[in-house]
């Protein structure tokens, strides 16, 4: 059993589209996350949620709005697709009450924009 | 507010010398320290962490790392590095008390070749 999921894995799609990755994670974590990697390999904050709830929120345009269904699924939609949206996106979960944990990333998405 | 620096972009070793991947921290109160491993087209995955107690961690797949609060730093290491052992590596904190104690903060990552 996959710990954290993603879907879809790769995704290639021309500017201007709508797209949604989804994140699952089946370790109970009450804590979730998105993070983004360019290509210089930088990982970069997105968003965190926490029990549904937005806690972090980084300087991330607002065409990136995540949802959080419940607390085991925490999805990504990006309006308007760029060019340079073009990465690999992580989801990662962890649980907030214990800080001596790291995090358990999924296998990621490489988004590409034509 | 924490922050992670790993001053090496790349670090190139010869199979079956030993490995070090370098990384400095600074963090209020008590740090939590982690090292993570990402193969080519993969996630993240954990390899050793340092909450408190011997500052020598062992880990995954042989690797080590030594906790040295007067430098400050937590450099991974090997004794003796394999082909396989080529990735990328990030280091990462996690503050030992206050708001927003609990987020991971990560350094920018060393891409680690090991050399037949």
């Known amino acids: 059993d996959t710990a954290v999921s993603q879907t879809p894995k790769y995704l290639v799609t021309q500017m201007g589209n709508d797209k949604s990755i989804k994140c699952e994670q089946n370790?109970?974590?009450?804590?979730m996350y998105w993070y983004k990697q360019d290509s210089k390999k930088f990982l970069k904050i997105m968003f965190s949620?926490?029990?549904?709830?937005?806690?972090i929120n980084e300087t991330v345009p607002n065409r990136f709005s995540p949802k959080s269904p419940d607390k085991a699924h925490l999805n990504l939609h990006i309006n308007s697709l760029e060019l340079g949206d073009s990465a690999v996106y992580f989801c990662a979960s962890s649980q907030a009450d214990r800080t001596t944990d790291g995090y358990t990333f999924g296998s990621g998405t490489r988004l590409t924009v034509v | 507010a924490q922050s992670v620096a790993q001053p090496e972009d790349q670090v190139n070793v010869a199979e079956g010398n030993p490995l070090t991947v370098k990384c400095t921290y600074s963090v209020s109160g008590n740090p939590y320290l982690f090292w993570y491993v990402q193969y080519p087209n993969r996630g993240l995955q954990f390899l050793l962490k340092?909450?408190?107690?011997?500052?020598l961690v062992k880990g995954s797949y042989g690797f080590e790392a030594e906790f040295n609060k007067s430098q400050p730093s937590f450099h991974l290491k090997k004794p003796s590095a394999l082909v396989s052992d080529s990735a990328l590596y990030f280091c990462a904190s996690r503050g030992g008390g206050g708001a927003g104690s609990y987020q991971l903060t990560f350094g920018k990552g060393t891409k680690l070749s090991v050399i037949p």
């Open positions: 370790l109970g974590h009450d804590t």
């Open positions: 949620y926490n029990n549904k709830e937005l806690i």
């Open positions: 340092y909450i408190t107690g011997d500052n």
